[in-house]
Nanobody, 125 residues
Framework: VHLEESGGGAVQAGASLRLTCEAS????????MGWFRQPPGKEREFVAA????????FYSDSVKGRFTLGRKSASNTVSLQMNSLKPEDTGVYYC???????????????????WGQGTQVTVSA
């Protein structure tokens, strides 16, 4: 299994970026997919995820209304459209795939079996 992330970069506050993750090695039709991030010097934190059925889509409070997660039905690709970026969005963004047992588990690292290598997002003021 391999998760390939792309789309990171360095931008100024207010700009947009789109991250994409493509999972390969097996079918992930019955797996949830999403994103975590790790700001510099901080713990890894949940960003967004989608239930394997396609709904619901979960967002952290810090990105709700600015980020949009997309996934075509049962596909192995997930995207994260990030608008109105802020310096506090800076970090390494990780694509995740897994089968969380409950909706609450979608917010937790333990809900995911597969992790990408991460892509850097840097937002300057």
């Amino acid at each position: 299994v391999h998760l390939e992330e792309s789309g990171g970069g360095a931008v100024q506050a207010g700009a947009s970026l789109r991250l994409t993750c493509e999972a390969s090695g097996r079918s992930f039709a019955t797996f949830g997919m999403g994103w975590f991030r790790q700001p510099p010097g901080k713990e890894r934190e949940f960003v967004a995820a989608v239930h394997w059925r396609g709904l619901p889509i979960f967002y952290s409070d810090s990105v709700k209304g600015r980020f949009t997660l997309g996934r075509k039905s049962a596909s192995n690709t997930v995207s994260l459209q990030m608008n109105s970026l802020k310096p506090e969005d800076t970090g390494v963004y990780y694509c995740v795939v897994g089968r969380p047992d409950t909706n609450d588990d979608y917010y937790l690292q333990r809900g995911y079996d597969y992790w990408g290598q991460g892509t850097q997002v840097t937002v300057s003021a």
